[in-house]
């Protein structure tokens, strides 16, 4: 069993759709958990940065974490087309990552269809 | 820009020959990570440094590869006796102590 578990879809949704991607892990010591945005060919692009358990909002992006499952999700309001883009889950034990880097999941491809 | 940069962004070399990354992370990042990105899989965490410390690089595939950061700003991954296998996009991060980690647009390398 890998780590951090995510599916790698594609997911295609209409154009306003609510969004629902998430990932799995099974390190109960992590503590801080990110969603990477990437394009094709690109870095990946910070959107979200959490600590611990709870929500966190950012315009049309939510952050949820439930330590206790082990699952965390992010959320995409009013999707755009320029949304479709690979989503990358991310955590780590100490707060940046530490010496251990940051542990990814296999990223999520979303379609957003206009 | 003020973001992550990486030289080169493209890199086609043939099996056996030695190639060589630069990162140059965002100005006053006292923290940079190497990364390695195969197709369909999440970057894979290589190497870390604080300031031109190697703190950790146990994680480094081989010793094929090696990383410096000779004055605590640039760094370079070095790939020596390049392998097909190593075919891949090879992404640097800076961060401030504690905080999120920025990447790079990343270094494709071919190796035929």
């Known amino acids: 069993q890998k780590e951090v578990e995510q599916d790698p879809g594609p997911l295609s949704v209409p154009e306003g759709a609510i969004v629902s991607l998430n990932c799995t892990y099974s390190?109960?010591?992590?503590?801080?958990f990110m969603w990477y945005r990437q394009y094709s060919r690109k870095g990946p692009e910070l959107l979200m940065y959490t600590y611990s358990s709870g929500n966190k909002e950012d315009g049309r992006f939510t952050a949820q974490v439930d330590k206790s499952s082990k699952y965390i999700s992010l959320f995409i309001r009013d999707s755009q087309p320029s949304d479709s883009a690979t989503y990358l889950c991310?955590?780590?034990?100490?707060?940046?990552?530490?010496?251990?880097?940051?542990?990814f999941g296999k990223g999520t491809h979303l379609i957003i269809q206009p | 820009d003020t973001g992550v940069s990486q030289d080169p962004r493209h890199k086609i070399t043939k099996r056996g020959q030695n190639v060589t990354f630069r990162c140059d992370p965002i100005s006053e990042h006292n923290r940079l990570y190497w990364y390695r990105q195969t197709l369909g899989q999440g970057p894979e965490f290589l190497t870390y440094?604080?300031?031109?410390?190697?703190?950790?690089k146990s994680r480094l595939l081989s010793d094929r590869f090696s990383a410096e950061r000779p004055k605590g700003s640039f760094s370079t991954l070095e790939i020596q006796r390049t392998e097909q296998g190593d075919s891949a996009m090879y992404l640097c991060a800076s961060s401030w102590t504690g905080n999120e980690q920025f990447f790079g647009p990343g270094t494709r390398l071919t190796v035929l």
């Open positions: 440094f604080q300031n031109e410390a190697q703190l950790e």
């Open positions: 991310a955590m780590s034990e100490s707060s940046g990552g530490g010496a251990d880097g940051l542990t």
């Open positions: 390190n109960s010591a992590f503590q801080y």
